[in-house]
């Protein structure tokens, strides 16, 4: 009898997904039409979730279960359960395939969604609503995606939050740049916009997910292939100090502030430990101290690596048990489907450990909506193909493109150039016209895209191009071609840099210079010229440009990242002064001498005994290219401190503790929370428009102190807003600044710190002191 009603459970489960697959129906469970399985107590949505899945696991068989523990989750035909594929991307714009079993699939019916400029372009923005509303947008037509029967899964492995440590890293493009409190906003902006959140948090329809983020990669991930040394193998060797201050702030955010309900472990090692068979770092700090409800993902084959190529794990199955019993929940791959059943034959493994994983999976996918019967009937059930691409979308990705490139220089305002007063422009370079190289990686297929040279082909009837090198490699030049163009042009625009070839997953760069003979090509057009050259670079990382930034025939130079599908339109519309540059780099531009520093040094602070320079603006001590938050623009802004609402601060004063390890440090645990929160205090800044144009203006709040104590950051940012102005207009921007937060660093032992001393609240070339006074005996003072 039982057997017969399995038998036809799978028949009416068969006729639906044949009904759904014909409409092109999402797959879902618990359909209405189903009545052998809408009575299942997990297909009501009336009942608390972790009540739903606890009922829905009871009925799994061993085998089935184990059949969940992977990125292809089986189908239980028997119970209604459609197959769901857990890894989709959405890093900046909704990616797929072509194939059937992948997250999300694209074809002649849905062929493209938006695709933003790539991250750290976007991360140049200092923007945090402006990323929200991008992420958002990845949401929306992530849904309209699935409703339309064109994804199988919504979960999506984005945002990589890793801190862009060294120049080389080839992800380093996908990440917001080398700021952690930077990161840590663009963590929680991404993953509320695309779970459906509000902007400020907290107002999720009653918790229904519009699609799940997973915030990646933990942790201390930076370095693809490097001198033999590998991310599959590599042991990253990181200090309590640098762990606590840099690289766990921005996941910390992501789960705490965010409320993420994914997180992704790394492929590396921690101290001797690979992240994905880390206890502490995923049960007792993910999970217990931030709170975490949510699901955790290996890297892709992650799993195997323990014991094929870490020698971690003593067998398949100690693999398996190594990475459930850390607190993993899902692999991306099939290794935990091959030996879990053996794992648990040899007692390495229970089936609680199974469960325990399978609950945190399932409460995500019910929170999706995905056990609620018909989703035309639940929230976002409304989005469609008219969703996507639409015009307000594009419109958006142009503007972050416009807002992100980055004016590096612009001697004697070379730009903008006259429309009116150009008659014939030369453009010249590789990435001239490659669309596939404005979008960097983890793309989808974009809407439509404007390379640099059809964008300014818009502006100028008289527009001629040479590639000068046959390939970005640039192993050789057409110089005389190249000169000649150059020689007949009123202007000449020159557009260079990288591509994938040089920066991508599994790829690290081996300099950073320009590759080839680019160098070569810039000279000698930038020698013929008529007038100074605009140089304008394609790249994630950062390049040594100082042979250009000191060269007077080269005017200006344009940071475009990858741009997005819209980036050739913003690069023209800002040569040609239909916008107001207004970003600011996110990351530090290293001499090309840096790389003889060793990219296996996890180190971030500078030892001066031995010559190591240190990491990032926060605590590098060398010479640099141009330094993090560097960007000009066609106006001149200014800055004045107008209100500061306290002006000293005394740390002996502040902990509960009677004696201090350390006279001149106070660890911010032995405060206390409301210490802290009435220790918060206000800070005007007034920013003024003095050019003759509108812009956009991101004002970036830092705090250095007079004398640092060894290992403390030179400076760190605090604080940062975007304004609008019209030329010669002004307004005051306002920050709450939190000294248990903005004033703390990380002390040897990971405990974070306030230091004694006079702290400098930094605003440009502005700067104002707060003084090691009294302040936390309610002696406030304003200005």
């Known amino acids: 009898m039982a057997l017969k009603f399995t038998i036809i459970c799978s028949i009416i489960l068969l006729e639906i997904l044949k009904a759904q697959s014909a409409n092109k129906l999402p797959p879902f469970s618990c359909d209405s039409a189903a009545t052998s399985t809408k009575s299942y107590p997990f297909c009501n949505s009336d009942l608390p979730i972790p ?119 080839g992800r380093g493009q996908e990440t917001p740049g080398e700021d952690p409190f930077m990161t840590s906003k663009y963590a929680v902006s991404f993953v509320r916009g695309i779970q459906g959140d509000s902007f400020e948090g907290g107002d999720l329809r009653d918790g229904h997910l519009q699609a799940s983020a997973c915030c990646k990669h933990l942790t201390a991930y930076d370095l693809e292939s490097w001198n033999g040394n590998s991310r599959f193998t590599f042991d990253a060797l990181v200090t309590k100090q640098d762990m606590s201050d840099t690289f766990q702030p921005s996941f910390k955010s992501c789960v705490k502030d965010g409320r993420a309900s994914g997180v992704m472990c790394a492929y590396n090692s921690v101290n001797g430990v690979p992240n994905c068979a880390d206890y502490n770092l995923l049960t007792k700090t993910v999970r217990g101290e931030w709170g975490f409800q949510g699901y955790i993902a290996s890297d892709d084959h992650a799993v195997p690596h323990l014991y094929e190529m870490q020698k971690y794990s003593k067998s398949h199955e100690d693999a398996v048990a190594d990475v459930l019993k850390a607190g993993m929940d899902v692999e991306c791959g099939n290794y935990l489907a091959n030996h879990t059943k053996s794992a648990i034959q040899m007692g390495k493994v229970s089936e609680f450990d199974i469960d325990r994983a399978l609950h945190n999976l399932f409460s995500v996918r019910m929170r999706l909506g995905l056990f609620n019967g018909n989703p035309s009937q639940l929230p976002y059930g409304n989005l469609s193909h008219n969703d996507i691409c639409t015009h307000e979308h594009q419109d958006l990705a142009l503007e972050v493109a416009r807002d992100g490139i980055v004016l590096l220089k612009n001697s004697a305002n070379l730009l903008p150039l006259s429309k009116s007063e150009t008659k014939s422009l030369a453009v010249i370079g590789p990435n001239a016209n490659v669309s596939q190289t404005l979008l960097g990686s983890y793309a989808g297929p974009p809407c439509n895209t404007v390379t640099p040279l059809q964008g300014l082909m818009n502006y100028v009837r008289k527009t001629e191009f040479h590639q000068g090198c046959e390939t970005i490699n640039c192993t050789s030049i057409a110089s005389r ?303």
């Not at 991360?123 to 992420?135: G, Q, V």
């Not at 995606?145 to 080389?168: C, K, L, Q």
């Not at 090309?592 to 296996?600: Q, V």
């Open 51 to 169: 009540e739903r899945a606890h009922d829905l696991i009871s009925r799994l068989s061993l085998d089935e279960k184990i059949s969940q523990l992977v990125n292809k989750a089986s189908a239980v035909p028997r119970l209604g359960i459609p197959y769901y594929q857990w890894w989709s991307e959405s890093l900046h714009g909704v990616a797929g395939s072509t194939t059937a079993d992948s997250g999300v699939t694209f074809d002649e019916t849905i062929k493209s969604a938006t695709s933003f400029p790539q991250v750290i372009l976007t991360a140049s923005t200092f923007d945090e609503n402006l990323w929200y509303r991008i992420a958002k947008v990845m949401g929306k037509e992530a849904r309209a995606i699935y409703n339309e029967g064109h994804a199988v899964g919504m979960t999506f492995w984005s945002p990589n939050v890793n801190i862009f440590r060294d120049p080389r890293w």
């Open 481 to 783: 071609e190249a000169t000649r163009l150059a020689k007949s042009a009123d202007y000449v625009v020159l557009v260079m840099g990288i591509n994938q070839d040089f920066e991508r997953e599994d790829l690290d760069r081996e300099d950073l210079v320009l590759p080839g003979q680019q160098q070569s090509l810039i000279m000698s057009v930038a020698k013929a010229a008529k007038n100074p050259v605009i140089l304008v670079l394609l790249c994630g990382g950062p390049v040594d440009i100082s042979f250009a930034k000191h060269n007077p025939k080269i005017g200006s130079i344009l940071w475009t990242g990858y741009p997005g599908e819209a980036g050739g339109r913003a690069i023209a519309e800002i040569i040609f002064g239909d916008h107001n540059p207004g970003g600011r780099l996110p990351m530090t531009w290293y001499p090309k001498d840096f790389i003889k520093i060793p990219m296996t040094d996890m180190r971030m602070r500078s030892d001066p005994l031995s010559g190591y320079p240190g990491r990032t603006y926060r605590f590098y001590q060398g010479e640099k290219v141009y330094e993090f938050g560097y960007g000009l623009s066609y106006s001149n802004y200014s800055y004045k401190f107008i209100n500061v609402g306290k002006n000293n601060l005394d740390v002996k004063r502040l902990s509960t503790a009677k004696r201090l390890k350390r006279p001149y440090e106070i660890p911010v645990s032995d405060i206390g929370f409301e210490k802290c929160e009435n220790a918060k205090f206000s800070v005007i800044v007034s920013v003024e428009n003095e050019g003759e144009m509108a812009g956009k203006n991101s004002v970036l709040l830092f705090v250095r102190r007079d004398e640092a104590v060894k290992g403390s950051p030179v400076k760190q940012l605090v604080g940062f807003q975007t304004v609008r102005l019209n030329a010669n207009e002004k307004a005051n921007v306002e920050f709450e600044i939190n000294p248990c937060e903005h004033f703390s660093s990380a002390s040897e032992d990971g405990t974070m710190v306030i230091q004694s001393g006079t702290h400098y609240l930094v605003v440009g070339d502005q700067e104002y002191p707060i003084l090691p006074a009294q302040i936390f005996d309610n002696s406030w003072h304003f200005f």
